[in-house]
T-cell receptor, first 111, second 110 residues
């Protein structure tokens, strides 16, 4: 049973545009929602994370929007750059610290 | 320079052989994790350990074994019982929920 569903599988955006990746979860006990960025052949890097007590968190060009009632959260990348081209994973976690990952979104930003 | 190291970066194994993947961290994190990554499958948890000398199975533990004798080290053994071991293996450690990943080991079975 997949507990975190991520969409789209792949995304192509023009330089300067906004990239939006969505995730939905089922388990209402989840209380920590991170996003990871992974370049080919490398380990994932923690990008930004949010808890359910806030609806939005922004760090530079990256913003997480969180909708607790809909059990959805999304990553927005403003002013997307070719260097942002990577695979992005959402995840969710309960207090036991076990992360459940989405299947990933391959983002391509064209120059 | 703090971080997580995994070795080797590439590993080739013949069918029927056991191999051990190394993971070391100097972040003083209590918890450590092993994940397997296959194309289009995301990251799947193999084993995790929250304290020394204790570890739990994740979602896909069959054919794998681990040990946690030191806080800094969490080696993973891929045994001959693992039916399809070719994959990218990632080690992580965490302080509370924030997990940090190593650079990975790519295992190929010949």
């Amino acid at each position: 049973q997949q507990q975190v569903k991520q969409s789209p599988q792949s995304l192509i955006v023009q330089k300067g545009g906004i990239s939006i990746i969505n995730c939905a979860y089922e388990n209402t006990a989840f209380d920590y929602f991170p996003w990871y960025q992974q370049f080919p052949g490398k380990g994932p890097a923690l990008l930004i994370a949010i808890r359910p007590d806030v609806s939005e968190k922004k760090e530079g060009r990256f913003t997480i929007s969180f909708n607790k009632s809909a059990k959805q959260f999304s990553l927005h990348i403003m002013d997307s750059q070719p260097g942002d081209s990577a695979t992005y994973f959402c995840a969710a976690c309960r207090s036991n610290y076990k992360l459940t990952f989405g299947k990933g979104t391959l983002l391509t930003v064209n120059p | 320079d703090g971080g997580i190291t995994q070795s080797p970066k590439y590993l080739f194994r013949k069918e029927g052989q056991n191999v051990t993947l190394s993971c070391e961290q100097n972040l003083n994190h209590d918890a450590m994790y092993w994940y397997r990554q296959d194309p289009g499958q995301g990251l799947r948890l193999i084993y995790y350990s929250q304290i020394v000398n204790d570890f739990q199975k994740g979602d896909i533990a069959e054919g794998y074994s681990v040990s946690r004798e030191k806080k800094e080290s969490f080696p993973l053994t891929v045994t001959s019982a693992q039916k399809n071991p070719t994959a990218f293996y990632l080690c992580a450690s965490s302080i509370v929920e924030e997990q940090y990943f190593g650079p990975g080991t790519r295992l190929t079975v010949l």
